[in-house]
């Protein structure tokens, strides 16, 4: 789902397959703003397909135009009420270094389960404390 909000100039883009979700901001030119829902791995290969230069996108009706030096491309778009938000998550956020966070996790994996069966067995358990 692409949310577009004008007075930030940034695009959040929302993904999800119900065991895992991602929100990601994207700086960008808004000139109006708006909410869509599109089939993202049609989106997601129509977009890596294009140069890496500036698109445009647009809603018309119940389509979404990407408009490119090459061309215009419309994908069918879905209601945003349709598609499942991320659940808004209470507490305290931690800014941690990506490079620390992939050594934990490195040192932590390999004992993971890869059996899709035993979906607890496969999870990381976060615990933060606050110790020097």
Do not use: W
């Amino acid at each position: 789902m692409l949310v577009e909000d004008k007075h930030k100039q940034q695009i959040l883009v929302t993904a999800l397959d119900l065991s895992l979700g991602i929100r990601v901001q994207c700086k960008s030119r808004i000139e109006l703003e708006g909410k869509i829902a599109l089939p993202a791995k049609l989106f997601t290969k129509v977009i890596s397909s294009l140069p890496k230069r500036d698109i445009f996108l647009e809603m018309v009706d119940n389509a979404a135009i990407i408009t490119d030096s090459y061309g215009k491309y419309q994908i069918q778009i879905v209601s945003h009420q349709e598609f499942q938000c991320l659940p808004e998550i209470e507490g305290k956020s931690i800014i941690l270094p990506a490079t620390k966070l992939l050594q934990a996790l490195e040192a932590a994996l390999f004992t993971a389960s890869n059996d899709e069966n035993k979906q607890v067995l496969a999870g990381v358990h976060f615990q933060f404390t606050n110790s020097s």
